[in-house]
């Protein structure tokens, strides 16, 4: 019997991914239940079903009780993986600003003012994804969208390291973007960080504090503990 639970549950998780990436792959005008229904050979009344209850999470809408529309790629894509649906499959359908938008969302929601895609030309040049900035706190973010690499800890500690040292650059040349954002003039503390797609376990690598997005949130609501936990923050530099 508990074999027979176990594969049940497998061939529920396997019928959802495969609902899901069907989704995620859609335009946006969305997909049909019926051509779900006829692509995957799934009964239309089990698809139903399935849809309704991502409908309940906030991740997609229904229309005219027929078309499945996404509400947000991204959260679909958490969503996949969440469900087994391998990562480098779910990286096909999202473009790097999906990533960068919930992150600034995510911000905005804890108060934070959102720079994004910001750039200081050569010499020495450099480009940031995301700031958040809270007063003279500012939360440097370099968004590891959906590339599978980052699933490897050796490519995420080194990525760290050069945002580190991204960050230590800005923190001399922060006059730069504020002259055209004059609110950065106050910032004095920036913190690196990395956002991730998925989560390989790494929450702080040579000065840089990574999350994965899925627990960003809660990332943003314990941050002062978390910086009085680890030694991460830069001092800007450029300012008296």
Avoid at 23 to 29: C, E, Q, Y
Wanted: aromatic letters at 8%; charged letters at 25%.
């Amino acid at each position: 019997m508990l074999e027979e639970h176990i594969r049940s549950i497998d061939a529920q998780r396997y019928i959802l991914s495969r609902i899901c990436n069907r989704i995620l792959a859609s335009d946006k005008k969305g997909i049909s239940i019926h051509s779900l229904s006829k692509l995957e050979r799934i009964a239309y009344d089990i698809i139903v079903e399935i849809v309704k209850d991502i409908e309940n999470r906030g991740i997609i809408k229904i229309t005219n009780n027929e078309t499945v529309v996404p509400l947000s790629k991204l959260k679909l894509a958490i969503y996949c993986i969440s469900q087994g649906v391998p990562v480098d499959q779910v990286s096909l359908y999202l473009h790097w600003r999906d990533f960068e938008e919930l992150v600034s969302e995510y911000l905005v929601a804890h108060n934070y003012i959102v720079y994004r895609s910001l750039r200081i030309s050569p010499p020495r040049g450099l480009e940031v994804d995301v700031i958040g900035q809270k007063g003279e706190l500012g939360l440097v973010i370099d968004c590891k969208h959906w590339s599978p690499g980052y699933s490897k800890i050796s490519k995420l500690k080194q990525a760290s390291i050069d945002h580190y040292n991204r960050v230590k650059i800005l923190a001399k040349k922060l006059w730069i973007l504020a002259r055209k954002y004059a609110k950065l003039r106050e910032l004095r503390k920036l913190v690196p960080i990395i956002v991730t797609l998925t989560d390989v376990n790494l929450r702080f690598y040579q000065g840089v504090l990574i999350s994965p997005i899925s627990l960003f949130n809660d990332f943003l609501l314990n941050i002062d503990a978390i910086l009085d936990h680890y030694n991460c923050i830069v001092r800007v530099e450029c300012y008296p």
